[in-house]
């Protein structure tokens, strides 16, 4: 029963729990972590029914997606997403293209048009019916150095050959290296209707699509969930909602008096032309302190640790107190109770400045729990920043927000990449370059674009800059900084004999972090702090009166089994009780015994 559960995938693990007819939620896998507490909390989440027929009709614009053509000027039809695969000898191409065709109308995105008209751009559905673009290229007379050369131009060409008016946004392309040799599968979507996640549920579809019709049945799919067009709309009407506009304040009142820009070397144009990238890592062995570790001794998840390492690389770098980073998250934020978005292929990226401090004469660890509850205050991730911006009917508001300060870096840590493509023995990613999937004459948002995820075991982080603003080895020195820093939190992390907590450890406590350390100190591992009940406390100031024998009450009984795992079972039973410093009692959980708590001396009586 305290077999722990990975959480890497928490979004696609639930997918799985609830297609076993387990109803889990993300949440839930997120905050029950061993297989008992998730079988205490399984078939508890709500079901949420969602139209299984084909989705038709226009469309509300996402806030990224009004974000893309608020930005983009030149060549919209080229900003894709795509993957490039490698095919195991035998895969039929026939089977694919049906497989591919299913998914045309089984995800109603990868339908969509977009047209603009007198009031701007607008989205609609195309026909369920709508016949999927899938080639299949015969490349089985050529040798292999010619294969790679015309799988990589046809390639480019596929990347520019999306048309938003009139579609497709979807390209498939088989390329036929032989009988006996893999074959390369080449996916093209264009970004307006794709994202991270989704490549994990058209991938996990394509190989189960493929599986039945090999064994001659019918292509059967995990039940939609709710539509991309139906969260659109949720999030037009939550633009207009009280429950947002509280959100205003914290953007608006974000102090940049300390912000200074990054330094260039040239100011040359940023194009997507003159894009390069560098790539360091951490080994395995440093990757898995930071994955494990780390958490452990600070509480603090992988974003927050790898953000702690950017304001001290790059906020040093660039001079004064603060460091204005744009960051990029999933999107799919359970703020509604009536949608289910875990199977629902589209863009849902969310995009929001975070201002971290930047201190530079604290160590490692204390700059990651600095940063921790920087980004744990942000609201619901970071949601309504681009809500309000983009879908708001305030013209204040939205001018109120275009006024702030625009960050020049955008950080994204995908997660772990491993488990994407290893489930499938019919897919792995190919080694040819799958061509340009923007443009070359578009402008970049950010000077920095640094993307992290962990893949073979280890971290990779990716630095992205345009050469006509700043030289290699300015990009390889940050980059280098970066990792130094990585490194000094997994040596900090290692003399840290017991977990350090901060605040949001602990929303109902309201302690600060000077008194959670000494309320916790040399205690072990905290599950929770939170003040004692109006009836505990009653019961708590009687008894210090009444003496210790009041309110105690004692069973007897002969117990079987392992007492730990009873004690496990009943959280009560860890439980310990403590006065906090100011006399405020708390109550703390904690996975000790209850006799391992540290005693504490009464007040005196008057």
Same mark, same amino acid.
């Given at each position: ?53 084909? $989705? ?36 039929? =191409?026939?089977?694919?293209?049906? $497989?591919?065709?299913? /998914?045309? *109308? ?34 089985? @007379? ?20 999306? %048309? /938003? ?6 390209? *498939? ?197 600095? $940063? ?27 001018? @109120? ?28 990613? =190919? ?8 443009? =070359? ?43 130094? =820093? ?9 003399? $840290? ?14 302690? %600060? ?94």
């Amino acid at each position: 029963s305290g077999l722990v559960m990975p959480t890497t995938h928490p979004r696609g693990n639930a997918v799985r729990a609830n297609q076993a007819g387990l109803r889990l939620t993300p949440r839930q896998l997120f905050q029950h972590q061993t297989i008992a507490a998730l079988a205490a909390v399984a078939g508890t989440a709500a079901v949420i029914e969602a139209e299984q027929g084909g $989705v038709s009709g226009d469309a509300p614009l996402t806030p990224i997606q009004r974000w893309f053509f608020a930005s983009q000027k030149t060549d919209l039809h080229h900003f894709n997403q795509s993957v490039l695969l490698e095919v195991k000898p035998g895969v039929d =191409a026939a089977r694919l293209k049906d $497989v591919m065709q299913h /998914l045309l *109308a089984h995800h109603d995105v990868l339908r969509l048009r977009f047209r603009r008209d007198e009031t701007g751009w607008r989205q609609t559905h195309g026909d369920a019916s709508e016949a999927v673009s899938f080639e299949r290229i015969d490349l089985s @007379g050529l040798i292999p150095e010619e294969q790679t050369a015309n799988i990589e131009a046809n390639a480019e060409d596929l990347q520019r050959s999306l %048309d /938003l008016s009139d579609g497709p946004i979807v390209r *498939a392309a088989f390329f036929d290296l032989g009988q006996a040799t893999p074959g390369r599968l080449l996916l093209v979507i264009h970004h307006l209707a794709v994202d991270g996640v989704s490549w994990r549920i058209l991938l996990e579809d394509l190989h189960r699509g493929y599986e039945h019709l090999a064994r001659g049945e019918a292509i059967t799919l995990a039940p939609k969930t709710t539509s991309f067009k139906r969260w659109a709309e949720r999030l037009s009407d939550y633009a207009r909602s009280e429950e947002l506009r509280q959100e205003l304040p914290y953007w608006l009142g974000m102090k940049h008096a300390g912000l200074k820009r990054l330094p260039v070397d040239a100011a040359g144009p940023n194009t997507v032309e003159s894009a390069r990238t560098i790539e360091v890592s951490l080994d395995p062995a440093e990757t898995r302190a930071l994955l494990q570790e780390v958490p452990r001794a600070y509480r603090a998840d992988m974003n927050a640790a790898l953000l702690s390492a950017l304001a001290e690389s790059c906020g040093s770098w660039a001079g004064g107190d603060a460091l204005l980073v744009d960051l990029e998250g999933h999107g799919r934020e359970e703020i509604f109770d009536d949608v289910d978005v875990s199977r629902t292929v589209g863009w849902f990226t969310t995009v929001y400045p975070v201002l971290l401090e930047v201190t530079g004469t604290r160590g490692a660890g204390e700059g990651l729990l600095d $940063v921790k509850e920087q980004l744990r205050s942000v609201p619901n991730k970071g949601v309504g920043y681009g809500v309000m911006k983009f879908l708001g009917a305030d013209a204040e508001v939205a001018d @109120g927000l275009e006024s702030l300060p625009a960050a020049e870096i955008l950080f994204n840590y995908f997660g772990q990449l491993d488990q994407v493509l290893t489930e499938s023995p019919l897919f792995t990613p =190919a080694r040819e370059r799958g061509g340009a999937t923007q443009s =070359a004459r578009q402008e970049r948002e950010h000077l920095l674009e640094i993307n992290t995820s962990v893949a073979g075991g280890q971290l990779r982080i990716g630095w992205t800059y345009s050469a006509n603003v700043h030289n290699r080895e300015t990009i390889e020195r940050l980059a280098a900084a970066f990792t130094g =820093a990585l490194r000094a939190l997994i040596q900090d992390s290692r003399s $840290v004999e017991s977990a350090l907590y901060t605040p949001s450890d602990f929303p109902l406590a309201g302690l %600060d972090r000077s008194q959670l350390v000494r309320l916790t100190r040399g205690m072990g591992q905290v599950d929770d702090i939170y003040t004692l009940s109006p009836v505990q406390q009653g019961m708590y100031f009687h008894s210090l009166y009444a003496g210790t024998g009041a309110y105690v009450e004692q069973t007897s009984g002969a117990l079987r089994g392992e007492v730990s795992t009873i004690a496990a079972d009943e959280i009560i039973v860890c439980t310990g009780f403590r006065p906090n410093l100011d006399m405020l009692n708390e109550v703390r959980l904690h996975g000790d015994r209850a006799h391992a708590l540290e005693p504490f001396e009464h007040p005196r009586q008057p």
